[in-house]
Every structure is written in structure tokens, then in C-alpha cells.
């Protein structure tokens, strides 16, 4: 495994990530409440809907990469698991360059998207619409990180590890 210095920086770098998301899902949760409230008594503001569509997109990107480190996606391993450890080891890294391809992918064209979209401003917040299609490159990079993680994790797993 990583070990020193580098693994602090990476445990630091993965809460951070995790704080960020919770954070997004608290806000987002407040913005609902609020907006149920102000229906209650007649006071809706109009970009809460808005506000809460924007951090759920962010709240979905930022899920989606660390789904990554903690082996939460969807794996069908049925057929796989039935091969020897060396083969499921050489499976298990080229699903891991698949998702670097896939996330070069994101992050290269979601930058062009934001380019695109950053003088375009949000009907509510009049938020400029390349800030929240800004998650789609961020989710591509964070994918990135976790997934050379993942290569380097599965690369000096040895037989009985779990997720080998």
C-alpha cells in the first residue's frame, strides 16, 4: 500500500472531498425545507428550486467519484469471480484505465461545456450556467484521482485482499 506522507495527504484529500459533499447534501436539504415552509405560508422564493437542482447536480458529481474509491457502483462479479486471482487482478485494472479513458473523456469535453456556457446565465440565480456544468470536469478529475488510486491499490493487493 501507500505508505508516509503521501497516504496522509490522500486520507486529508478524501475527507475534504467527503466534507464538501456533505456540505452540499446539508445545504441542499436546508434549501428544501425552506422551500416547503414558504409554500406552507405563501413564500416561495423562486431560485430555491433552482438553488437545490445546482447542488444536487454538484451533490451527484462529487457522489459519483468517490463511488469509485468506495466500490459502491454497480459490479456484476458473479462470472468473474470464478477465474483465479492473477486474472481477476488484470480485470479488475483494466476496468480501472476503462474508467481513466471515460474520465478523460468527461473531464476534456465538460471543459468545453463550461467554456461554452459561462457568459449563459441561470433563469433565477442568474448564476453563470458553466459554474454548474462545472461539475461535470470536476467529477472527471476526481474520477481520475481515485481511479489511479485504485490501480495502484489493486496492482500491490495480494491473494485473500478484499476487491482484488
Known amino acids: 500500500m501507500i505508505r508516509g506522507d503521501t497516504m496522509i495527504i490522500i486520507k486529508t484529500i478524501d475527507k475534504i472531498i467527503k466534507y464538501i459533499l456533505v456540505a452540499l447534501m446539508v445545504i441542499l436539504s436546508f434549501l428544501g425545507v425552506f422551500q416547503v415552509a414558504g409554500r406552507l405560508v405563501g413564500v416561495v422564493p423562486s ?3 433552482e438553488a437545490i437542482r445546482f447542488l444536487f447536480i454538484w451533490a451527484s458529481c462529487v457522489g459519483a467519484a468517490i463511488g469509485i474509491k468506495e466500490h459502491i457502483h454497480i459490479g456484476i462479479d458473479v462470472i468473474v469471480n470464478l477465474f483465479p486471482f492473477i486474472v481477476r487482478k488484470i480485470i479488475a485494472v483494466i476496468v480501472q484505465v476503462l474508467l481513466l479513458v471515460f474520465d478523460v473523456f468527461i473531464v476534456r469535453y465538460g471543459f468545453l461545456l463550461v467554456a461554452k456556457t459561462m457568459a449563459q446565465p441561470s433563469p433565477a440565480l ?14 472527471g478529475i476526481l ?14 493487493s ?6 482484488a
Open 47 to 49: 431560485w430555491t428550486e
Open 126 to 139: 442568474r448564476l453563470p450556467m458553466g459554474y454548474v456544468y462545472l461539475a461535470i470536469p470536476v467529477m
Open 143 to 156: 474520477g481520475l484521482y481515485y481511479s489511479v488510486l485504485e490501480i495502484i491499490r489493486i496492482i500491490r
Open 158 to 163: 495480494k491473494e485473500g485482499q478484499a476487491n
